[in-house]
């Protein structure tokens, strides 16, 4: 019988460190969620930039101590050295490069106020690679690590030969990396064809001093990416307990509890507007939380959805920064043109909307959280990648995945209005799109597998408890 917690009078004690973005706290916090039945005590910490869009989200329920509380979890806030005017985005090289020598200060007196003065033992931290500081802050009180990687397996890998020197990365010929499919120089992710820029220098470092981290997770699964998986077993195991996604995708369960922030409030307002529509036929369109497209990319965008007149919601988040040239905005008029047709919301429920029935595709970024919602869901994608994980996100949904297609931009960087009618076309009426959304319901019927009792990642988080129990 596996050793739980419950059976012992020792609270079991973890912490959570995340980066102040919701593509990084939503996947710890589920897998926070996974750990708490078998009586693991959770709490999260990340930065006061976080606490700001919590609190305006209505998320988080704010507490008179600095602390909060999420979906019953405490969250812990820190200062990253920086003020709320600075703009973290713009200034990325710099912020990474500073970050950690603020944050290991704030993250130390956490640990100090709330675990070491009240007599509570941690038993592990876990982070992910864009906090890196906190694995020696863990050391320096002698608590074990645990990383959690929050981008596909694949990428693990690609990352692992290439800051580690395990294998050729020509610039004039494909990438050849056991159990991967053949890479071109576009489907690399961006901090190996540029390395020279503050993230690209804190993988290197973190891929680099991997043996730090006692744990290495990865939200993904065994049966979707099998091939990966035991390719780098064989170099540096890594253990899936994903996907780490709401339990209504999982369990088709709308009801249940999920862990999760939002930093901006959704628009339900769309769900009401989905019921009205005929099965699979909506285009759903959105590009994370992070992603500003250029006002040209906007038009053509706009252009595809008018010519298309297919029911469509288009996710357009408001720019934090706006800017004179219209970067991440409407083109002029389109709103009033398409007022019949389609709805346009700031922020979606994004897990709601994929598992509607009346969605047809997604037009995506290929951000992992994203990507990993929508197997769940069973909807089809329209691959559409930017920078970091997302180009090798892209390849693998159009050719080990097999659950859609891989837009083809212009010369100039731009994805043509014709190139994305043609790939929405070909998901959704074209011949492709029955084999598609067969293959989409197989992944599906597989998250539920991988997540249920006794499934592998189920078994790989179970083995985790019963090393930090064994070790308390």
């Known amino acids: 019988m596996a050793l739980n917690s419950k059976t012992s009078d020792v609270q079991i004690h973890v912490l959570m460190v995340a980066f102040a ?29 976080a606490k700001r869009r919590m609190l305006a989200s209505e998320t988080a329920i704010a507490n008179a101590d600095n602390t909060a509380v999420i979906a019953g979890f405490d969250v812990f806030f820190f200062s990253d050295g920086f003020g709320s005017d600075f703009d973290r985005k713009a200034n990325m090289d710099h912020y990474v490069e500073n970050f950690g020598s603020f944050a290991s200060v704030s993250l130390s007196n956490i640990i100090e106020e709330h675990y070491l003065s009240k007599n509570k033992k941690l038993s592990c931290i876990v982070s992910n690679p864009f906090v890196s500081f906190a694995v020696d802050v863990a050391d320096k009180y002698d608590i074990p690590s645990a990383l959690l990687w929050i981008q596909p397996c694949a990428l693990f890998s690609t990352y692992y030969h290439y800051f580690n020197d395990l294998n050729e990365f020509p610039a004039d010929s494909d990438v050849v990396i056991p159990g991967l499919p053949r890479l071109r120089r576009q489907d690399l992710p961006s901090f190996v064809v540029n390395s020279s820029g503050g993230l690209s220098k804190l993988f290197r470092c973190v891929f680099q001093n991997m043996k730090k981290y006692k744990w290495v997770f990865a939200n993904s699964f065994v049966e979707l990416e099998k091939e990966a998986i035991d390719a780098m077993n064989n170099v540096f195991p890594v253990q899936p307990v994903g996907p780490l996604i709401s339990p209504s995708l999982r369990n088709q369960e709308q009801t249940t509890l999920d862990s999760q922030i939002e930093m901006w409030k959704p628009d339900e307002t769309c769900l009401e507007w989905l019921d009205k529509q005929e099965p699979s036929s909506v285009i759903y369109v959105s590009f994370g939380s992070i992603l500003e497209l250029s006002a040209k990319q906007m038009e053509e965008i706009a252009t595809a959805l008018k010519n298309l007149k297919a029911p469509f919601i288009w996710v357009v988040k408001k720019p934090e920064f706006p800017s004179e040239d219209r970067k991440g905005e409407l083109p002029l008029g389109f709103l009033e043109e398409t007022k019949d047709q389609g709805i346009v919301v700031s922020w979606s429920p994004q897990t709601k909307v994929l598992a509607h029935p009346s969605t047809g595709c997604f037009v995506t970024h290929c951000g992992w959280n994203s990507l990993l919602e929508t197997i769940a869901a069973g909807v089809p994608v329209v691959a559409y990648p930017q ?59 597989a998250t539920k597998t991988a997540v249920s009792d006794g499934g592998s990642s189920d078994n790989n988080i179970q083995m985790f408890v019963d090393e930090i129990i064994a070790g308390s």
């Open 21 to 49: 973005a919701q593509g990084h706290i939503n996947p710890l916090l589920r897998f926070a969620r996974r750990l708490l039945p078998k009586g693991i005590h959770v709490a999260l910490a990340t930065t006061e930039t």
């Open 387 to 445: 920078w970091t994980d997302q180009p090798t996100n892209a390849k693998m949904i159009e050719e080990v995945f097999k659950m859609g297609v891989r837009v083809n931009p212009r010369e100039d960087g731009l994805l043509g209005h014709e190139e994305l009618e043609r790939c929405i076309g070909d998901v959704m009426f074209g011949p492709k799109s029955e084999l598609l959304k067969r293959r989409c319901l197989e992944l599906k019927l």
